[in-house]
């Protein structure tokens, strides 16, 4: 099967979406298939890497709000070209945005059967991204005329797709109480191909390495971050901040630092490759995430696989991955005392640690992606024979 792969992010980059997309695309041509993956560039290139090719799409044209009329103008010729060059079968669109929108509807036209991947609510990241707005989808959805706007406009893209691949129960949920009903949904749980992991054993000789990987937007909260580890700094431990983004929100992280003079403790890593996240992930002891809404993390698999207990907030999909008091905690969402008590916890109780750890390591397992995809081929093969 050709299968055209559109995510918006694609490694070097990092991101849930860039992640699964190439996982997924491995996996596939392990298994003898073909995915042509489509994603942004600097300027339009094809390149072939893994056994795959990969399309680069411009997405920078001129300064300004007319650059995005321009990117979404000359997208469907695009996506077109590529549906008939490739001899495309399936389209798998690897999150929820307007071009994925403008995607699906060029395939309809082809009559290329069509699948999305539903892990993050768009109206509810697209507004969120400009600052913290609600705590839940429900809110977003009716909390003023912009947001009404966008819940049509992705009501009505996401009628073009056949599946909507949800990556949990929660995300499952989400769709029903959007469209009404959840007769396109398949739920599969996000699955990577896991290797070199396994659970760690310290003393408390061992220094303590706090981790936590993530775009710096609004709604993950790293400020906030800062702020509950600056209750519970010592000599021997540190913070690690993966990942970039937007600049003022960098910014705000930074003046959070200064502001509980933390320069020396908090680590700002930037965006890492994955040889090198993993090489962080191997020296961490835990795994935390403020963040005020997601799906079903991809980056709480990796930690998994690299045997660090994760500290989230409890918010959507992530109950689904942490199991409370086995492999980490769940903490309310804005609990700081709760949160600094437990990252305290994980910080002083060693035993409790290395025994997280192995419970950790263990349930990774079941998100191997090795013995997952047999799910998706089966799924782009139903399709086909519609």
Not at 147 to 176: D, M
Not at 337 to 363: G, I, P
Request: charged residues 25%.
């Amino acid at each position: 099967m050709k299968i055209l792969m559109f995510s918006t992010i694609f490694p070097p980059q990092i991101g849930g979406p860039a992640t699964q997309c190439f996982n997924l695309c491995l996996a596939l041509v392990s298994k003898g298939h073909q995915p042509v993956v489509v994603t942004y560039g600097d300027k339009f290139t094809k390149t072939a890497q893994n056994g795959f090719p990969v399309y680069t799409y411009r997405s920078k044209y001129v300064w300004g709000p007319i650059d995005r009329v321009i990117r979404w103008a000359l997208f469907p010729f695009y996506i077109s070209y590529l549906l008939k060059k490739e001899k495309i079968q399936i389209l798998h669109c690897h999150s929820v945005n307007l071009l994925s929108f403008i995607a699906v509807f060029i395939a309809w036209l082809h009559g290329v059967p069509r699948v999305i991947k539903f892990a993050g609510d768009w109206v509810w990241e697209t507004i969120s991204t400009k600052g913290v707005v609600a705590e839940d989808y429900r809110e977003i959805y009716t909390q003023s005329l912009y947001s009404r706007l966008l819940t049509q406009i992705e009501k009505v893209g996401l009628s073009f797709f056949n599946i909507i691949w949800v990556v949990s129960e929660f995300r499952r949920e989400n769709i029903k109480y959007l469209l009404g009903d959840d007769r396109k949904v398949r739920v599969i749980n996000n699955c990577l191909l896991l290797k070199d992991g396994g659970s760690h054993t310290k003393t408390p000789a061992d220094g303590v390495v706090i981790v936590s990987a993530n775009r710096f937007i609004p709604h993950k909260r790293l400020p906030w971050l800062v702020e509950v580890y600056a209750k519970i700094v010592g000599a021997n431990n540190k913070l690690v901040l993966i990942g970039g983004g937007d600049e003022a929100e960098i910014g705000k992280v930074k003046e959070a630092i200064k502001k509980y003079q933390l320069e020396d403790k908090v680590i700002l890593k930037g965006i890492l490759s994955f040889p090198d996240l993993y090489n962080e992930f191997k020296q961490a002891t835990f795994y935390v995430s403020s963040s005020l809404e997601e799906g079903f993390p991809n980056v709480f698999i990796e930690a998994l696989n690299f045997g660090l207990p994760i500290i989230s907030t409890d918010v959507g999909g992530c109950r689904e991955l942490v199991k409370n008091g086995e492999t980490g905690f769940l903490v309310p969402v804005d609990d700081l005392e709760q949160m600094s008590e437990k990252m305290k916890l994980l910080t002083t109780d060693v035993e409790l640690r290395n025994k997280l750890s192995r419970q950790a390591f263990e349930s990774s397992k079941k998100f191997n992606l090795e013995f997952m995809v047999d799910e998706f081929i089966n799924l782009y093969e139903g399709l086909l024979k519609v």
